[in-house]
């Protein structure tokens, strides 16, 4: 699950205004393994005009974990990207022990 922050005026967020949105999932390699786009709109006021809008979106990513290494997940909104890393084990760390039970 990640959360992402969008901040704009309030004329970008009307239910008729749309923007491009894509998620890229990274292997460590960075070959892309998976990829989702689309628009969206949101109809979001502000409690003072004069001050920028915000929304957050909750957002589930989802890929297959072929070997470990560092994943990047990438958003991207409006032509604004963000990459994230993911670091991928397999296993418990070395020196850890499960809880019984």
């Given amino acids: 699950m990640i959360a992402v922050r969008l901040v704009g005026l309030a004329e970008e967020f009307t239910p008729d205004q749309k923007h491009a949105t894509a998620t890229r999932i990274k292997d460590p390699h960075g070959e892309t393994v998976n990829e989702?786009?689309?628009?969206f709109a949101?109809?979001?006021?502000?409690?003072?005009?004069?001050?920028l809008t915000g929304v957050t979106l909750p957002m589930v990513v989802r890929?297959?974990?072929?070997?470990?290494?560092t994943y990047a997940v990438e958003c991207e909104f409006g032509g604004a990207e963000k990459s994230l890393p993911i670091h991928v084990v397999h296993g418990l760390p070395p020196g850890f022990e499960p809880p019984d039970g």
């Fill in 36 to 39: 989702m786009g689309g628009n």
């Fill in 42 to 51: 949101i109809g979001a006021e502000s409690a003072r005009p004069d001050y």
């Fill in 63 to 69: 890929f297959d974990v072929a070997e470990e290494g």
